[in-house]
């Protein structure tokens, strides 16, 4: 931390039901200053309906060089593919 306080990521939804996008950082002191901060700096023009704000140092992030051990499908679980559902009768947005 600096005279600027900490680096908050800032995050807004731009309208309900859609995902929330990471549009960059602000400093601040606490998590009121950085939800003011995000406000003024972000949405100007009313573009959002939601903001969320994280600490940068809070957030957790997998390494790309592992990307093959971390997301590779877990085979051995078989269970977890559809072909072992039944589909129920009149059953539309499954």
Known sequence: ????????EVFIQSKPGLAHKHVGSVHAMG????LQNARDMYT???EGT????AKHED???SVPEE???FFEPSNDK??????????????KNI
């Open 44 to 46: 100007r023009r009313q």
């Open 1 to 8: 931390m600096d005279n600027q306080g900490d680096i908050w």
């Open 50 to 53: 939601c903001i969320w704000v």
């Open 59 to 61: 957030i957790v992030a």
């Open 67 to 69: 990307d093959g051990s």
């Open 31 to 34: 998590k009121e200053m950085a």
């Open 78 to 91: 078989i269970y977890r593919h559809a072909t072992h559902y039944v589909m129920p009768e009149g059953a």
